[in-house]
Each structure stands twice: as structure tokens, then as C-alpha cells.
């Protein structure tokens, strides 16, 4: 971002539902294996909320983490932005269920690119930061993506799981910053990974139900090639934009889609496998809430320190992908 006020994220939380599914418990509902699932995607294990848990309920629970990792009270807040692609209902947003059950006063609204939610989230809150107007944003990745997976397909079941993460982001004063960010989208490809029912495209319906309309569609193989291509440029883009080098990179946060993805966009870009932070193998894919959640992890384990540099890099429907540059 540009001129204006500086960004940084004072403070991090994430919020997990207890209830663990193994690859083990997947084999008696579907047909696969826990080594067809490892092999392919790198994933043991995944979190799935309880039936009735909605995504500001876990939004909420992180958000209460990062305020108080932050030192600052709800009441501080100028604004709350929740990237999801499962809210609580179509309106009123999640971010207002949110900003409700903080006790917030502040603006308040959704965004909505699926797996680059939460850096897109982070770069809007960054250029809201910049007009001078903002002082301090709330920044959620919240998704229950359980209720929107049909459990009888065994190439979409074992990649998803549920969680949140939060991110306090606010005027930085010091040399920690958002150095830079980028977005970008394509939505000639937005087939390959969506879910097609419930819109105005198609409207809730009995037919639009026996349909399985309402459940994630993917096209993996497509999502692949994209995916790897995507992220890697993006990556390469955000450091040209910040004046870093890739061999300054202290730390590549990606989305948490697959391991092999994973692999395949440090290997592009010649990261070397320990200077990338990977849960996916406890998580899966978290969609919008997957890299603040990462990044999380590494900065509560103390791997991220003061100093050095990190990147995020996101790829999700839409198409959409994303990515920051941050001196941390």
C-alpha cells in the first residue's frame, strides 16, 4: 500500500473445534484409505465443528485471542472484516454476529474469496488503516465448511476442515510492517471450484437439494495446475512490489490446500522445506481461515521472530489469489 499510515497485525489468535476426525474414521464412511489421503494430499487429520457450531461462533472465540494477544479492548475497534464462504446466514453478516458478541461499536461487514480470504481481508484492512480514518481493524477467517461438504465424495471429504483465525491489524510506528500486498482474480476459470446453489443463480430450492447443489464442487486436477502457477507468481510479484529478495525470505505462509501444492510452489520458487509453515497434515484445508491460522502456530511456537520476513500466499475460488509481504 502506497503513502498513508503503515499496517502491522499487534496481535494473533485462532480458535479450533474440538472434535477430531482421523483418516481412520473416514475409511468407515467413504471409500478411501488413510494412505490413499496422505499420499495425495498430506493430510492425517481434521477438525470438524459440532452440529449447531456456527462460523462466528469460532470467529468470535479468535477474535477474543488476537484482542488480547493485542492488549486492547473491543471498544478500540474501528472495524471488523470476516472473510468467509460459510456465514451464519446470508444476512446480517458474520462480522456483525461478531462485532455483537464482542461488544464492539464499529463498522462491520463480510468478504467473501474463499481460500484467499484472509489475506484479502488483510490488505483491505491495510488500505483502510492508510487513509488515517482507522486506527485499528479486526481481521477474521471463520469457516464451517462441514455443513457444505457431501460426505459421500471421497475427492472433496477428506480435504476440509473447520476453524478461525484473527488478526488485530493497526497503525504501525515502528520498522514492523505490511511492506506489500497484492490481489488479483480470474473469473473466467470461477467452474473448477465452487458451490452452485443457493444464490440467485440457483435459488434454494427441492430441486436444487436433490441436486447436491448446495455442497463444494471441485475440479481437482484444474484447482492443481492454478493453484501451484498462481501462487508462485504472486509470490514473486509481492516481493518485487516490497523491494525484498527471495533468498530474504525468512518465511513462506501458504494456504493449507495440499501438500503437494505446497511442495510443488516452494520448489518453483526454491524455498527450502524448513522455512515453510505447513499444518495442513493436522487442519486440511480451513479455506479463509487456513494462513492466519498458520501463521498463528509459527508466531505463538516463537519460529516467526521480530525482523524477519514473511510472506502469505493465498489461492481460492473465483478465481481468486492473494499475497503479503510482511517485515514481521
Given at each position: ?8 497485525i499487534s496481535g494473533l489468535g485462532y480458535s479450533i473445534p474440538e472434535r477430531v476426525v482421523t483418516n481412520f474414521d473416514l475409511e468407515k464412511i467413504v471409500e478411501t484409505s ?236 526454491k524455498i527450502p522445506s524448513d522455512k515453510v509453515v505447513i499444518n495442513v497434515e493436522r487442519f486440511g484445508n480451513m479455506s479463509s481461515a487456513s494462513t492466519v491460522v498458520a ?9 516467526v521472530k521480530p525482523g524477519q520476513n514473511v510472506v502469505l500466499v493465498a489461492f481460492g475460488g473465483g478465481l481468486t489469489w492473494a499475497a503479503n509481504l510482511i517485515k514481521w
Open positions: 500500500m502506497t503513502g498513508g499510515f503503515k499496517s502491522r488413510d494412505e490413499w489421503i496422505q499420499t495425495r494430499t498430506g493430510i492425517k487429520k481434521r477438525h470438524i465443528a459440532e452440529k449447531g457450531t456456527r462460523s462466528s461462533d469460532l470467529g468470535t472465540a479468535a477474535a477474543r485471542q488476537a484482542l488480547q494477544h493485542a492488549g486492547i479492548s473491543p471498544q478500540d475497534l474501528d472495524l471488523i472484516i470476516v472473510a468467509t464462504i460459510t456465514p451464519d446466514m446470508y444476512f446480517p453478516s458474520t462480522a456483525c454476529r461478531i462485532q455483537n458478541n464482542l461488544g464492539a461499536s464499529c463498522g462491520a461487514f463480510d468478504l467473501a474469496a474463499a481460500c484467499s480470504g484472509f489475506p484479502y481481508a488483510l490488505t483491505a484492512a491495510e488500505g483502510f488503516i492508510a487513509t488515517g480514518h482507522y486506527r485499528n481493524v479486526l481481521v477474521v477467517g471463520a469457516e464451517v465448511l462441514s455443513g457444505f461438504i457431501d460426505w459421500k465424495d471421497r475427492s472433496t471429504c477428506v480435504l476440509f476442515g473447520d476453524g478461525a483465525g484473527a488478526a488485530v491489524v493497526t497503525r504501525a510506528e515502528g520498522s514492523s510492517r505490511i511492506l506489500a500486498s497484492l490481489l488479483g482474480s480470474d473469473g473466467s476459470q470461477g467452474e473448477i471450484l465452487k458451490i452452485p446453489g443457493g444464490g440467485s443463480a440457483f435459488p434454494p430450492s427441492k430441486e436444487t437439494l436433490e441436486q447436491g447443489l448446495h455442497f463444494l464442487k471441485m475440479e481437482g486436477s484444474e484447482v492443481f495446475k492454478v493453484a501451484v502457477r498462481t501462487m508462485e507468481v504472486a509470490v514473486r510479484d509481492v516481493l518485487e512490489k516490497g523491494g525484498v529478495k527471495l533468498e530474504e525470505v525468512d518465511w513462506l505462509i501458504p494456504h493449507q490446500a495440499n501438500i503437494r501444492i505446497l511442495q510443488a510452489v516452494a520448489e518453483r520458487l501463521l498463528a502456530e509459527a508466531v505463538q511456537d516463537g519460529r
